[in-house]
């Protein structure tokens, strides 16, 4: 069995910054993609930051240039800073990544979620 565990995120005021952190363990033959998703209260889980293996970004325009993803692949872990919070970055963001639990599968895998909420 494979688990994400987040940890990080909290209050934060406008202009300040935050980070994420989020480890797999378990069961894990191979990592791949990693990524930081958020979703508000009635909207769906949008993607904010991924990273690959070889560490390859991408991210949404609505955080590009303030939040930064990052993995270490020894840890199987990744992380997300954010700087220059905004109030619309308040969400609760998710942890995913893609592993493979055995030899030729790949699976989906969720963090719990981490509240993260900014004010002016």
């Known amino acids: 069995q494979v688990h994400l565990v987040e940890s990080g995120g909290g209050l934060a005021q406008a202009g300040g910054s935050l980070g994420l952190s989020c480890v797999a363990s378990?069961?894990?033959?191979?990592?791949?993609?990693m990524a930081w998703y958020r979703q508000g209260p009635g909207q769906q889980r949008e993607l904010v930051a991924a990273?690959?293996?070889?560490?390859?970004?991408n991210y949404a325009n609505s955080v590009r240039g303030r939040f930064t993803i990052s993995r270490d692949n020894a840890r199987n872990a990744t992380y997300l800073q954010m700087n220059a919070l905004r109030p619309e970055d308040t969400d609760t963001y998710y942890c995913?990544?893609?592993?493979?639990?055995?030899?030729?599968?790949?699976?989906?895998?969720w963090g719990q979620g981490t509240q993260v909420t900014v004010s002016l």
């Open positions: 995913h990544a893609k592993i493979a639990p055995g030899w030729g599968t790949i699976l989906d895998y």
């Open positions: 378990g069961s894990i033959f191979a990592m791949n993609a």
């Open positions: 990273i690959n293996p070889n560490g390859h970004t």
